[in-house]
C-alpha cells in the first residue's frame, strides 16, 4: 500500500522546507533507514531517512523548492501502484522547478522573510512595564521535536547540559528517547540554558514545551507566564520589543551546499558531522563515511581510531573524542495501605514494544512448529573453526548464518503480508533480539546469506554492547525479513516468540542438551537443540514453514555447508 510522505517538522521552529538534494529518484527502491532527502530547514541542512521498505512512486517538492511542513513531500509504495488518489491537483500543488521560470534559493527565502504571513516567525510582545526582561533580550522555547513520522511522544533520557550553562548552536542538548530508538537532539540557538521543562525520564507529548534559551538571566516564572498566555506554538521564535525585524528581513545567510569541499574535493557529510569536525579540527577529507552513498555521519568521528586520531587532525593538534553516557530514570516506592510495591514509568521503548507486539500478535494468526537438531556436527564444527587464530564464533552465528541461505531456497518465510499482495523479499536481513535493560530492540544483519561467519559474529557482538547504552543508529534497527530470538544461553529448552511485523516468521533458538539419542537402532548419548518456528498463515502455510525447517535442519546438523 502506498505511503504518503509528508514535510517533516525537524526543528522545533521550522514552517517549512527545502529539499536541498534528494538522493533517491523516481523508480529507486527504497528501504527503511536509508536517506531520501536532504532538507533545509530554517537553522541547517538534515538528513531526512525513509520509514518505509518499497519503490520511491513520485517526488512531489523538487530541489530549491520551499514547501510548508506536513505538505506532500513524495510517495512511497509497490512498483507500478496506482497513486493517483493522492496526487495534488496541478492548480493546487506548491510551486515546482521550472527551466524557463525558477527563482534563485535565496530569493525564494527572502520572498518568504518579507511575506511575514501566519507561517513566519511571531514575535512576542511584552508589555512596557513588564521588568522580567530588558527590551534586549531574547528568548528561544524548546519543544519536543518529532524526531521520527510515527513518533507522538518522546521521552527525555537524559541532559547533556544544566540550567545555567551556555549553549552553542549544533550542541548537543539532551538525549530523546523515542518510539524507534534512542537520538541526540541538538540546539538550534546560542544562549543559556536558562529552564528546563521536562526532566530525565519524563515523557511529554511531541510540541510540548521541553527547555527555555535565553541570551541572558531571565526571570523563568515570568518567560513561562508569557508563554501561556500568548499561546506561543512549536513553530514561533519569540522575539521582544525592539528587535530589528527588517535588519533580520534583509540579512539572510543561507548555506546553499549540503557538502564541503577541501582543496577541491566534495565531501558529503551531515549537517552536525560538520560541526564536530570543525570544533574538533578534524580533516575531512580524510574520512570514510558510513552512511548513504559514503556520507560522514556523526558516528564515524566519534569511532575514530584513538591510537591514530592524530591521522584526523588538521595541523595534527590532538583531539579528544568523547560519547555522553545517558542517565536512567529511578523507580518509585509506593506504600498503600500497608503494602509496598514499585511503580516504574513506561518507557517509550517500553510503549512501543507494548503496541507492536499487541497488534503482531492480534492481527497475525500465529502458528507454531517445533523440531529438534542434533547438535554434534555443529559443536565439532565450532571447536575447529575457534581454532583458528584471532577467530571466535558462537553458535548463533552459525544459527543466523545457516537460516540466511535457508531463506534463500524458501523467500516465502521470508516475506512481508499487506491486505492486496505478498511481498518476496530478494535479500535477507536477519534481525537478531537483543534484551536490553528497559526493553528489547532487533539490530538488523543486512544481506547476512553473503557474509562470514566471523564478520556475523564481530557485528552482533558490537550490535550487542552497543544497544545496552542505546547508541544504535535507527538504520541498524530497521529492514528486518526475518528474526531470530536465542535464549539458550540462558538454560531455556523450548519457547515460542512474537513475530516481529512486518516480518512473516520468528526463529526461537532453546538451548543445547546433552541427553539420550538413538543413533543407527542404537541409544547413545548426544547433544540437541530445539527450536520453533512461527509463522504468520496469512503468508506462510504449515508446509511452506515445514519444508524451510527441513533445509535449516541440512545446514545446522552439517555446518561445513555453510561455507560452501
Known amino acids: 500500500m502506498a505511503e504518503v510522505i509528508k514535510m517533516p517538522r525537524l526543528s522545533d521552529t521550522m514552517e517549512e522546507g527545502v529539499v536541498a538534494t534528494w538522493l533517491k529518484?523516481?523508480?529507486?527502491?527504497?528501504?527503511?533507514?536509508?536517506?531520501?532527502?536532504?532538507?533545509?530547514?530554517?537553522?541547517?541542512?538534515?538528513?531526512?531517512?525513509?520509514?518505509?521498505?518499497?519503490?520511491?512512486?513520485?517526488?512531489?517538492?523538487?530541489?530549491?523548492?520551499?514547501?510548508?511542513?506536513?505538505?506532500?513531500?513524495?510517495?512511497?509504495?509497490?512498483e507500478g501502484e496506482d497513486i493517483s488518489q493522492f496526487l495534488i491537483p496541478e492548480n493546487e500543488s506548491v510551486k515546482t522547478t521550472s527551466s524557463n521560470n525558477q527563482l534563485d534559493l535565496v530569493d525564494q527565502i527572502n520572498e518568504q522573510e518579507n511575506i511575514k504571513d501566519d507561517h513566519t516567525v511571531t514575535p512576542l510582545i511584552l508589555d512596557e512595564t513588564d521588568d522580567a526582561i530588558n527590551e534586549s533580550t531574547h528568548i528561544d522555547y524548546i519543544t519536543m521535536p518529532r524526531l521520527s513520522d510515527t513518533m507522538e511522544e518522546g521521552t527525555i533520557s537524559s541532559w547533556l547540559k544544566d540550567v545555567g550553562d551556555k549553549v552553542s548552536e549544533g550542541e548537543i542538548l539532551a538525549e530523546i528517547e523515542t518510539d524507534k530508538a534512542t537520538m541526540e537532539f541538538e540546539s538550534f540557538y546560542d544562549g543559556i540554558l536558562s529552564h528546563i521543562a521536562v526532566q530525565?525520564?519524563?515523557?511529554?507529548?511531541?510540541?510540548?514545551?521541553?527547555?527555555?534559551?535565553?541570551?541572558?538571566?531571565?526571570?523563568?516564572?515570568?518567560?513561562?507566564?508569557?508563554?501561556?498566555?500568548?499561546?506561543?506554538?512549536?513553530?514561533?521564535?519569540?522575539?521582544?520589543?525592539?528587535?530589528?525585524?527588517?535588519?533580520?528581513n534583509n540579512s539572510i545567510e543561507v548555506d546553499m551546499s549540503p557538502e564541503l569541499s577541501i582543496s577541491d574535493q566534495r565531501i558529503?557529510?551531515?549537517?552536525?558531522?560538520?560541526?564536530?569536525?570543525?570544533?574538533?579540527?578534524?580533516?575531512?577529507?580524510?574520512?570514510?563515511?558510513?552512511?548513504?552513498?559514503?556520507?560522514?555521519?556523526?558516528?564515524?568521528?566519534?569511532?575514530?581510531?584513538?591510537?591514530?586520531?592524530?591521522?584526523?587532525?588538521?595541523?595534527?593538534?590532538?583531539?579528544?573524542?568523547?560519547?555522553?553516557?545517558?542517565?536512567?530514570?529511578?523507580?518509585?516506592?509506593?506504600?498503600?495501605?500497608?503494602?509496598?510495591?514499585?511503580?516504574?514509568?513506561?518507557?517509550?521503548?517500553?510503549?512501543?514494544?507494548?503496541?507492536?507486539?499487541?497488534?503482531?500478535?492480534?492481527?497475525?494468526?500465529?502458528?507454531?512448529?517445533?523440531?529438534?537438531?542434533?547438535?554434534?556436527?555443529?559443536?565439532a564444527f565450532r571447536e575447529q573453526y575457534n581454532s583458528m587464530p584471532n577467530t571466535k564464533i558462537s553458535f548463533n552465528d552459525i544459527i543466523i548464518k545457516a537460516c540466511a541461505i535457508a531463506l534463500k531456497s524458501h523467500p516465502q518465510v521470508n516475506s512481508q503480508w499487506s491486505d492486496n499482495k505478498i511481498r518476496l523479499n530478494n535479500i535477507v536481513n536477519i534481525g537478531v533480539a537483543?534484551?536490553?535493560?528497559?526493553?528489547?530492540?532487533?539490530?538488523?544483519?543486512?544481506?547476512?546469506?553473503?557474509?562470514?561467519?566471523?564478520?556475523?559474529?564481530?557485528?552482533?557482538?558490537?550490535?550487542?554492547?552497543?544497544?545496552?547504552?542505546?547508541?544504535?543508529?535507527?538504520?541498524?534497527?530497521?529492514?528486518?525479513?526475518?528474526?531470530?530470538?536465542?535464549?539458550?544461553?540462558?538454560?531455556?529448552?523450548?519457547?515460542?516468540?512474537?513475530?516481529?511485523?512486518?516480518?512473516?516468521?520468528?526463529?526461537?533458538?532453546?538451548?543445547?542438551?546433552?541427553?539420550?539419542?538413538?543413533?543407527?537402532?542404537?541409544?547413545v548419548v548426544g547433544n540437541t537443540m530445539k527450536l520453533t518456528l512461527a509463522c504468520d498463515h496469512r503468508s506462510v502455510d504449515g508446509v511452506t514453514g515445514s519444508l524451510f525447517l527441513q533445509t535449516l535442519k541440512g545446514y545446522i546438523e552439517n555446518p561445513v555447508t555453510i561455507l560452501v
Open 434 to 523: 537483543v534484551g536490553i535493560e528497559d526493553g528489547l530492540v532487533v539490530p538488523v544483519i543486512k544481506n547476512a546469506d553473503l557474509e562470514s561467519l566471523h564478520n556475523i559474529n564481530t557485528t552482533v557482538r558490537d550490535y550487542a554492547v552497543r544497544a545496552k547504552s542505546k547508541k544504535l543508529r535507527p538504520d541498524e534497527i530497521e529492514g528486518s525479513t526475518f528474526t531470530i530470538s536465542n535464549l539458550g544461553m540462558f538454560g531455556i529448552q523450548e519457547f515460542t516468540s512474537i513475530i516481529n511485523q512486518p516480518n512473516s516468521a520468528i526463529l526461537s533458538v532453546g538451548a543445547i542438551v546433552k541427553k539420550p539419542i538413538v543413533v543407527n537402532e542404537k541409544v
Open 268 to 379: 558529503f557529510a551531515s549537517p552536525l558531522a560538520k560541526k564536530i569536525a570543525n570544533d574538533k579540527n578534524i580533516d575531512l577529507s580524510k574520512i570514510t563515511g558510513s552512511g548513504e552513498n559514503g556520507r560522514i555521519v556523526k558516528e564515524d568521528l566519534e569511532n575514530l581510531d584513538i591510537t591514530n586520531k592524530a591521522t584526523f587532525v588538521k595541523n595534527s593538534e590532538p583531539v579528544p573524542i568523547s560519547q555522553p553516557t545517558p542517565d536512567l530514570s529511578a523507580a518509585k516506592p509506593v506504600f498503600n495501605h500497608g503494602e509496598e510495591f514499585t511503580e516504574i514509568e513506561n518507557s517509550s521503548m517500553r510503549k512501543a514494544i507494548a503496541k507492536n507486539l499487541s497488534k503482531s500478535k492480534f492481527s497475525a494468526p500465529h502458528y507454531y512448529l517445533s523440531v529438534e537438531f542434533n547438535m554434534d556436527n555443529a559443536i
Open 25 to 78: 529518484k523516481v523508480g529507486d527502491k527504497v528501504s527503511e533507514g536509508e536517506i531520501l532527502a536532504e532538507i533545509e530547514t530554517d537553522k541547517a541542512t538534515m538528513e531526512f531517512e525513509s520509514f518505509h521498505d518499497g519503490v520511491l512512486l513520485h517526488i512531489e517538492i523538487e530541489e530549491g523548492v520551499p514547501a510548508s511542513v506536513d505538505s506532500l513531500l513524495c510517495i512511497i509504495g509497490e
Open 200 to 248: 530525565a525520564g519524563e515523557t511529554v507529548k511531541v510540541d510540548e514545551l521541553i527547555a527555555i534559551i535565553s541570551d541572558a538571566e531571565i526571570d523563568v516564572n515570568k518567560a513561562l507566564e508569557n508563554y501561556s498566555k500568548d499561546s506561543i506554538k512549536t513553530s514561533t521564535e519569540t522575539k521582544l520589543e525592539g528587535e530589528n525585524i527588517e535588519q533580520e
